[in-house]
């Protein structure tokens, strides 16, 4: 594996920073998860886009720079070191752009991806439903065929949906074969959440954030263009969907490597526990351990610019990286000591970091796949 960046990508680099540093806004935004926040968010996705930073890997006739992985992971290095804001399209783009660029059809990549880009739409995902959480081949929600009506009729709740409360559309699996094995029978349906039957119900959080949802579905109907993959192959368009949550582009090594960063920062700036030799060895430990994920990313993006695209060992990747962020968040606070409830910054972060591991599947089914799939244990 070769660690060093040619002269094109120092020079793409740098291009990053000096608009990055021009256009970053002095301030940080509302939370996204607000809706106040989210219509901010949206602008801020709109400068990016104007600027094609939005999807650089993406093609230009989408908005994108056709850049390389390579060239996306310097980006998302420059922008988490810039401390720009929140991406609240990051289900769209990171999630679903990547399974739409692989199953969608010429017609449905031209009429979704640059709308995505810009944050004109804007995706929540429904998978979670109250009876299945991380099981998601439990699901209950159903598609019924309505030939009379050209399209079919969509039945049951979503629920857990991020920033549903503001989207625009739900991207999500229903049951289309009840008489099919668990992992059957499932198709992958694109909704406008304006649909006539389709009842989005927001609901706090004990943050005071407001943007998750419940998703009611009452004999909603959407046309054939809006199945993604083929009906009842929902099971494997889902799973390309969990590689992108789980694996490489839902969480850049950026992300960690500025948090530890920002760490070491706090730490020379003193903190209640600042002198403590345990704190001060977690804060060489989260540096260590965001530098070994950064490391890790790039042998992964190694091995797929080879054609050994990441598989199922996307879910150690989930778990390393979703328990990372607890620990970061979890060492600043043990070096704030009793001045951490008034740093609202580390504060929010923790709180959002205790929930990787359980959106993206659970770390424990996530375990259940590694004993089974990766270290070919056999099952209870």
């Not at 009876?131 to 699901?139: E, F, K, N, R, V």
């Not at 289309?176 to 989005?200: K, Q």
Request: hydrophobic letters at 40%.
């Amino acid at each position: 594996m070769d660690l060093t960046w040619s002269p094109q990508e120092q020079v793409f680099r740098a291009d990053v920073r000096e608009w990055l540093e021009a256009n970053v806004p002095p301030e940080p935004l509302p939370s996204g998860d607000t809706r106040e926040g989210f219509a901010r968010h949206l602008e801020w996705e709109r400068t990016l886009f104007d600027a094609r930073w939005a999807v650089v890997s993406w093609p230009e006739e989408y908005g994108g720079r056709g850049a390389s992985l390579w060239e996306w992971l310097i980006f998302e290095e420059e922008y988490y070191r810039a401390g720009a804001p929140q991406r609240v399209t990051q289900n769209g783009i990171f999630l679903l752009a990547p399974t739409i660029f692989e199953f969608g059809t010429v017609a449905q990549q031209d009429r979704l991806l640059a709308k995505m880009a810009s944050g004109e739409e804007s995706w929540c995902q429904g998978w979670s439903e109250p009876d299945a959480g991380s099981d998601l081949a439990g699901i209950r929600s159903t598609a019924a065929r309505d030939d009379s009506a050209g399209g079919w009729r969509l039945n049951g709740q979503k629920t857990w949906t991020t920033r549903g409360a503001f989207c625009t559309h739900l991207f999500g699996l229903f049951r289309t074969d009840p008489s099919a094995e668990r992992h059957r029978g499932l198709t992958y349906f694109l909704v406008p959440l304006d649909t006539p039957g389709v009842t989005v119900r927001g609901f706090g959080r004990l943050d005071g954030d407001e943007g998750f949802a419940e998703v009611f579905f009452e004999d909603a109907l959407v046309t054939d263009d809006l199945v993604l993959g083929g009906v009842d192959q929902g099971w494997s368009v889902a799973m390309a969907t969990t590689g992108s949550e789980r694996g490489l582009t839902l969480r850049s090594p950026g992300r960690f490597t500025a948090t530890a960063e920002r760490l070491i920062a706090l730490s020379r700036d003193g903190g209640a526990n600042s002198t403590d030799p345990l704190t001060r060895a977690r804060i060489a430990q989260a540096y260590i351990d965001a530098e070994a994920y950064r490391l890790q990313t790039l042998q992964t993006v190694t091995r797929a610019t080879a054609g050994d695209p990441p598989g199922v060992e996307s879910s150690l990747t989930k778990v390393f990286w979703s328990e990372l962020d607890v620990r970061l968040h979890e060492t600043a606070l043990a070096l704030l000591g009793y001045e951490a409830e008034l740093d609202g910054a580390w504060m929010k972060g923790y709180e959002f970091a205790l929930s990787g591991p359980i959106y993206a599947g659970t770390n424990e089914i996530q375990r259940n796949v590694i004993a089974e799939r990766v270290l070919g244990l056999p099952r209870k």
